[in-house]
């Protein structure tokens, strides 16, 4: 089938290669001439496991093609999937103009029937305002009888597992009032199918709101036990053995249960304040959301609060070690990293950084800059004669390092480790100076 992906970021570049994957045709289309100069040399724009071989092999074979004209792109697409940014506006809404420029171009340049479809994380309603946008165009154009429909398929995957999460989606949901539109959606979505129908078609408004209820509840169970890490830490319990004790209960379960320095990331932080904001905008007044992005905020700076009471407020002359800056693994994104909140509390009392990431130095730098922090390339190298180290992002590699090498390279073997990593028992007997997040 003939497919448009607009928008080549996180999103779009997964989705149009794994459409390409399948044998479908597809074009990516981006307004960044430099990000498509590249993708056409077949240089990456991101860092996302398996993407880069994904994207050369289905280029050379010519089913990807990448263009900055999306008037080239629909000319002859069934599909033109809207993946753009929807970044928080000032008061916490999605702000759709990326979502509305390409409904405006997509009414400015097609010739035939489309679907449209809005993959971007929008607004309940926001359909029916790519329909208005589109039409109006077309009868600017005076080709008002050009007909076309408008989906919602919103998007799950995760960063660092995109491409698997693509592939073999748990859902893949269709929000449509119209079942020629819902058929054709499940011939382009069938091949990942094949280990059952995992396709749900609902009503446009229910899918909109499926995906910002989905996040909404991931990052409340996040925030739930951070919440309940302070407690342990007021009471001597230990988060770890909560989690064990709850997340075995099979109508809670094990994942999204982990205390740390809070969730981050390009979705949730936006996705919760756009809720609330939704919430308002119909006259409701949201409780569990509010709470769940300030449990978030305050989780941050009880980490900072650690390092202070250890080592005091000033800490002028001290030297950090940051072992981890992107939000999460397997991803070089660093859109509303905990790392940034807490790197630039400690910079403001004085403290300087020798930080590591395997994959987000570039794009760290572009947020924190080169003030007061040095970047390594070697996660022991960033440890020379630091005073403590910060265990930021929970990559595979900081699992099982080298303690006695540790030891040997910081002036001081101390650790305040916010994704709780290593056993406090073992790490005292070690001899290190150990604090983590809701353990004793
Ligand atoms: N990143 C994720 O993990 C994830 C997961 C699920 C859903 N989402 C949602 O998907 C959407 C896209 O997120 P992302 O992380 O891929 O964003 P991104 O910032 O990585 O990519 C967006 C791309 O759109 C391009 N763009 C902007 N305006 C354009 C236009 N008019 N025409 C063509 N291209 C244009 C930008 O240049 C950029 O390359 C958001 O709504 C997000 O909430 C993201």
């Keep these: 089938m003939k497919v448009t ?4 970021g996180y999103v779009g570049l997964v989705t149009g290669t794994c459409f390409a994957d399948m044998g479908n045709d597809v074009w990516c289309v981006d307004v960044d001439q430099n990000k498509i100069e590249n993708l056409k040399k077949g240089i990456i724009p991101i860092y996302e496991p398996g993407l880069e071989e994904m994207v ?7 089913r990807l093609k990448f263009t900055t004209s999306l008037k080239e792109a629909i000319a002859d697409s069934l599909f033109v999937f809207i993946a753009v940014g929807t970044p ?4 916490g809404s999605a702000d759709l103009q990326y979502v509305l420029a390409v409904a405006e171009d997509i009414g400015k340049y097609m010739e035939k029937y489309i679907i449209v479809v809005n993959k971007s994380t929008v607004p309940v309603g926001t359909a029916d305002r790519v329909r208005e946008v589109i039409r109006a165009q077309l009868e600017k154009r005076g080709k008002s009888d050009i007909e076309f429909d408008v989906v919602s398929n919103p998007e799950f995957l995760k960063e660092g597992s995109a491409i698997e999460d693509f592939l073999r989606a748990d859902r893949v949901i269709i929000g449509t009032d119209n079942v020629r539109t819902a058929e054709l959606m499940k011939e382009l979505y069938d091949p990942f199918q094949r280990k059952g129908d995992k396709i749900l078609v609902m009503d446009i408004r229910s899918a909109e709101l499926t995906k910002y209820a ?3 509840m991931l990052a409340t169970r996040i925030s739930f036990m951070n919440e309940m890490s302070a407690l342990c830490e007021a009471c001597g319990a230990d988060i770890e053995k909560v989690r064990e004790g709850i997340g075995s209960d099979s109508r809670i379960g094990r994942s999204f249960l982990y205390a ?12 919760i304040r756009a809720i609330i904001q939704i919430q308002k905008e119909y006259g409701l007044s949201p409780k569990i959301l509010p709470a769940v992005e300030e449990i978030n905020k305050q989780q941050r700076m009880r980490f900072v609060e650690k390092v202070v009471r250890v080592l005091g407020d000033d800490l002028r002359g001290y030297v950090f070690a940051v072992w981890g800056l992107a939000f999460k693994p397997q991803t070089d994104d660093m859109r509303e990293a905990p790392s940034i909140d807490i790197i630039r509390a400690l910079r403001e009392k004085g403290a300087r950084f020798q930080a590591y990431d395997p994959v987000a130095i570039q794009t760290a730098k572009a947020v924190l800059g080169d ?6 390339l070697s996660y022991y190298d960033a440890l020379a004669k630091a005073d403590a180290l910060l265990l ?28 709780n990593q290593y056993n406090p028992k073992k790490m005292r007997e070690i001899g290190f100076e150990y604090y983590c997040v809701g353990r004793p």
């Design 392 to 419: 930021l992002t929970e990559w595979h590699q900081f699992r099982k390092p080298d303690f006695e090498r540790m030891k040997n390279l910081m002036k001081r073997p101390l650790i305040f480790d916010g994704r």
């Design 56 to 62: 050369k092999r289905n280029q050379q074979e010519g």
């Design 88 to 91: 928080p506006g000032e008061d």
């Design 214 to 216: 989905a996040n909404a």
């Design 260 to 271: 740390g320095v809070g969730y981050g990331g390009s979705c949730f932080p936006k996705d």
């Design 5 to 8: 992906v607009v928008g080549s």
């Design 371 to 376: 003030d007061g922090i040095e970047y390594f």
